[in-house]
């Protein structure tokens, strides 16, 4: 057997099952409907797609840069690193998509409130890697970096930062998931646009055809991260194929 | 993370004061600054709403907790089943991990709207929304804990004639405990996320309920207060799991 071939069949089985037993379109509609929709409403989700994607966009973008720059900091200041890092570690745990509302409240309907609720979803699972990957080196490498004196700068440069890479990108392997559930989550709160707005559209007009053509586009961009982020790790450490970061537990 | 080195459990100050630090100057800077209650209210009339509104929010809360307990109980019940599944027979291993791996990027709370239509308002939607999204983090790490063994001890187990039941019962299912444990322990979060996004997306009660309905009344003080309950809940359900790991202690095997 070819592999995918459960998905072929569960997709088949899906079809049959509801043309047999007549189930109405809005309440599930076959594969087939749903791919009509696909092409028929290609424009209207590829302009909604793009602005859940813009969203996504600048909110990780400012969620690595805050990650980058608080990781770096808890790992040069032992005191930021002993305050800071139980916080966080306690705010993971703390389902950071009810601040939602908040953020409407703050910037309104437009883009501002999502970008905000994606940099907030996004930006602890990087910070709190990228913070461990940077401290939890070999403490033979640093002895040796010692021996030959290297300046602090050198062993930032030579040992902290190549031990972090895999983490930096584990972290952010979680993050692009995370960043998609929070643009999400917050047009869902409150939107004009976007592809979380269209499936509450779809779903007050009972339109479940149009609502799955959205969840499809949604799982693209899904995968479509994950993927870039496995290219990024090939790029970034070549030398760490196959090896697992941690996995830090994924609050949102 | 920490290295307990001694066996004297010493107080970890420097959080406790960089938060107190941290609420202490929210609080003042809001009064210097006199920024309005609507816009960012301070840490202390939050927790004065706390504690006010307790009778009215603690109802909501318990609503709350019910859906995501039901759907924890369910998605570790189901996780587990498709883990045995997905440890026992390579063709389902095959199949069925690009189908989770697929699941899994694709933001499982875009169905709450879905899951409304098919079951209504009611309670069953977000039940259904917590064990979905915890359903994967236990699968994937109770197949995890099931296959990835230590390969000499399947080779002494091999060697003593052992069948396919004892193997199974004597080390895999020893091992994988203490993966499903820190399973539990992404997903007891994750549960109480799903029934706040559920309440989020159609219903008239519970405390995702609550929080969306202050922000409509742009009543942000009760709106915050609902949101620390929340986040109290969910580090309590944290602790819980945490606590049920040093209860089973030393037949755990620390996932690596």
Same mark, same amino acid.
């Given at each position: ?42 424009? #209207? ?197 196959? #090896? ?9 | ?256």
């Amino acid at each position: 057997m070819r592999r995918g071939s459960l998905t072929l069949a569960l997709i088949v089985a899906w079809e049959l099952a509801v043309r047999l037993f007549a189930v109405p379109d809005y309440l599930l509609p076959p594969p087939s409907s749903v791919a009509a929709e696909l092409v028929a409403q290609f424009a #209207l989700l590829a302009r909604h797609c793009a602005v859940t994607l813009g969203e996504i966009g600048v909110g990780l973008a400012a969620a690595v840069a805050g990650g980058v720059v608080l990781a770096v900091a808890m790992a040069l200041v032992p005191f930021l690193h002993r305050g800071l890092y139980p916080i966080l570690a306690f705010l993971q745990a703390v389902p950071k998509v009810t601040v939602a509302p908040l953020f409407v409240i703050w910037m309104g309907y437009g883009l501002g409130s999502k970008v905000l609720m994606v940099f907030l979803i996004a930006f602890f699972p990087i910070a709190v890697n990228l913070t461990t990957g940077l401290l939890l080196v070999d403490a033979d490498l640093l002895r040796l970096m010692r021996c030959y004196r290297a300046t602090a700068w050198q062993v930032f440069r030579t040992v902290r930062v190549p031990n972090a890479v895999p983490f930096f990108v584990a972290g952010l392997r979680i993050a692009v998931v995370l960043a998609v559930v929070g643009a999400v989550v917050a047009e869902f709160v409150g939107a004009d646009r976007g592809l979380g707005y269209l499936i509450l559209l779809c779903n007050a007009e009972l339109r479940t055809p149009l609502l799955f053509a959205c969840l499809v586009w949604l799982g693209a961009i899904g995968v479509g991260l994950f993927a870039l982020v496995q290219w990024l790790e090939r790029w970034l450490s070549p030398w760490a194929r196959g #090896l697992r970061g941690p996995d830090t537990f994924a609050g949102f | 993370m920490a290295e307990h080195s001694g066996a004297a459990w010493r107080l970890p100050w420097e959080p406790v004061l960089l938060a107190s630090l941290l609420l202490a100057g929210w609080e003042l800077g809001a009064r210097a600054l006199v920024i309005p209650e609507y816009l960012l209210p301070r840490p202390l009339s939050i927790v004065e709403v706390m504690v006010s509104h307790a009778g009215r929010m603690l109802p909501h809360l318990a609503l709350t907790l019910g859906e995501a307990l039901a759907g924890f109980t369910g998605g570790v019940l189901l996780g587990i089943v498709v883990a045995f599944g997905l440890a026992a027979s390579p063709f389902l291993r095959r199949e069925l991990q690009p189908l989770i791996v697929f699941s899994q990027s694709m933001p499982t709370a875009a169905l709450a709207p879905l899951l409304v239509v098919w079951f209504g308002l009611g309670v069953v939607p977000k039940a259904l929304l917590a064990l979905l999204l915890v359903f994967f983090p236990i699968a994937a790490n109770m197949a995890e804990g099931l296959t990835q063994v230590n390969p000499d001890m399947l080779r002494l187990l091999q060697s003593y004639r052992a069948t396919r039941w004892q193997t199974f019962v004597k080390l895999r299912l020893p091992h994988a405990v203490g993966y499903l444990v820190a399973g539990m322990k992404i997903a007891a979060p994750l549960a109480l996320i799903g029934a706040v996004v559920g309440e989020f997306v159609g219903a008239n009660r519970g405390i995702g309920f609550v929080i969306l309905d202050a922000a409509a009344r742009l009543v942000t003080v009760e709106m915050l207060a609902g949101i620390v309950y929340v986040g109290l809940t969910g580090t309590a359900l944290f602790l819980a799991v945490e606590a049920l790991e040093r209860g089973l202690g030393r037949w755990l095997v620390a996932p690596r």
